[in-house]
């Protein structure tokens, strides 16, 4: 059973519309994460979140935008959709703390047309 | 310039073959390493992690970290088809401890021929 749940698996969306990725797991943790995987970068590290606190933002623009209803949930608001926007966008877990390993889901593809 | 860099792009060996991954940091700030792994239409998984110099072995897979030269390589023995995948380095931050925060290196793609 996945322990972390992404919707949807792969999201179509035109240019300038705004759509919402889920996530939520049930690995216990209190720390997650959103992740972006684009062609030919590298896995890029967006927001980390812990006890539903934003704790570090790594991302240039306001239109990503994290939401955390519940303490085993972190989805993730974009706005204005741009092209430049579609990757994969993984979210991950962990318990909080130095050096414990990140979980990771099966990601949402986005796509922006 | 990325703070995770690794080689070869692509990598195949043999069934039964060793595979060797190597990675290096520009940033000594990050000298936590982690090695992931990636199949097709999946999360990355992690395989292990090394903090201290030397070696450390889990089953077929033995890391080695080099803190002077912040490189840390990879080393699958008994390659299987299975172990084909995409293979990150992802280095943590020293500094902040902030675990979730990890970069990651480009990824070295292995390919084991039956």
């Known amino acids: 059973d996945p322990k972390i749940i992404q919707k949807p698996k792969y999201l179509v969306a035109v240019t300038g519309s705004e759509k919402i990725l889920i996530c939520e797991q049930y690995?216990?943790?209190?720390?997650m994460y959103w992740y972006r995987q684009s062609a030919k970068k590298p896995l890029e590290f967006m927001f980390s979140?812990?006890?539903?606190?934003?704790?570090d933002n790594q991302t240039a623009s306001s239109r990503f935008q994290p939401q955390s209803s519940k303490k085993n949930h972190l989805d993730l608001q974009i706005t204005a959709l741009k092209p430049d926007d579609s990757a994969t966008y993984f979210c991950?877990?962990?318990?909080?703390?130095?050096?414990?390993?990140?979980?990771f889901g099966k990601g949402t593809r986005l796509t922006v047309v | 310039q990325q703070k995770v860099q690794q080689s070869p792009e692509s990598l195949s060996v043999p069934e039964g073959g060793m595979a060797s991954l190597n990675c290096t940091s520009s940033?000594?700030?990050?000298?936590y390493f982690w090695w992931y792994r990636q199949h097709s239409g999946e999360g990355p998984k992690a395989l292990m992690?090394?903090?201290?110099?030397g070696d450390k072995k889990e089953g077929r897979f033995t890391a080695h970290l080099n803190k002077a030269s912040l490189h840390v390589s990879l080393h699958i023995r008994d390659s299987q088809p299975s172990d084909s995948a995409l293979y990150f380095c992802?280095?943590?931050?020293?500094?902040?401890?902030?675990?979730?925060?990890?970069?990651f290196g480009l990824g070295t793609t292995l390919q084991v021929q039956p």
């Open positions: 991950a877990s962990s318990h909080p703390g130095q050096n414990t390993e990140v979980f």
């Open positions: 940033d000594r700030n990050f000298q």
């Open positions: 979140y812990s006890y539903q606190k934003l704790m």
């Open positions: 690995l216990g943790h209190n720390a």
């Open positions: 992802a280095a943590s931050d020293l500094i902040t401890g902030n675990t979730g925060k990890l970069i």
């Open positions: 992690s090394i903090f201290s110099d």
